[in-house]
């Protein structure tokens, strides 16, 4: 329903704007770059994500391309806010480019993935991260950074939490304390779980 409302205001806007006889106007090749086949471009795209009334997620993107008859996005220089249950901001992802699935509320995150608590400060960075909505729950396959509150970096093969980053289990998890160059082996369990 979304999306028909917005393709109505875009061709209606279209009819208005091109005077009868003048050729229509042509998207520039640039905008369309690596998404040649995009039917829509929105530019600016702001949408929030609720649950049970209550608000979840809020994207926003530069750019987002849109396939006919697709339900996927791409976008590009991108901007989660996450919320908790009560509707306060519990982290905030950015990343170059991702995809959101209009039907479902999942989404994919690509190139310079950071996730910060703006409550004490701590980021989590990788390159890939997922997120599903349905269960509220972020992860990654990719080698991926925690810089926790106290200066200490833990590096994990692999990691795995919620939005809020309640509880961040890395795979393989490595120490580098503040002040020490090299990572210290993680001596016990090959996951770790860090709550805070």
């Not at 829509?40 to 795209?45: A, D």
């Not at 590009?76 to 995809?99: K, N």
């Not at 994919?108 to 390159?127: F, I, M, N, Q, Y």
């Amino acid at each position: 329903m979304w999306r028909r409302s917005l393709l109505t205001v875009l061709l209606g806007c279209g009819l208005v704007g091109c005077p009868d006889g003048a050729d229509p106007p042509v998207v520039g090749v640039e905008i369309l770059q690596g998404h040649e086949e995009a039917s829509q471009v929105l530019f600016g795209l702001e949408h929030y994500m609720a649950s049970e009334g209550i608000r979840r997620a809020k994207v926003v993107a530069d750019t987002g391309y849109i396939q006919e008859d697709e339900t996927l996005v791409e976008l590009s220089v991108m901007e989660v806010t996450f919320y908790d249950t009560r509707g306060e901001i519990s982290s905030i992802l950015t990343a170059r480019e991702g995809t959101y699935d209009w039907d479902t509320g999942d989404m994919t995150a690509r190139h310079d993935v950071v996730v910060v608590d703006p409550v004490d400060g701590e980021r989590l960075e990788t390159s890939v991260l997922y997120y599903e909505r349905l269960s509220d729950r972020i992860w990654s396959d990719q080698p991926t950074k925690m810089f926790r509150a106290d200066g200490t970096v833990v590096e994990g093969s692999t990691f795995e939490s919620n939005s809020a980053m309640d509880e961040v289990n890395l795979t393989s998890p490595r120490f580098v304390r503040p002040g020490e160059e090299q990572p210290e082996p993680n001596e016990g369990d090959p996951e770790e779980r860090i709550e805070r």
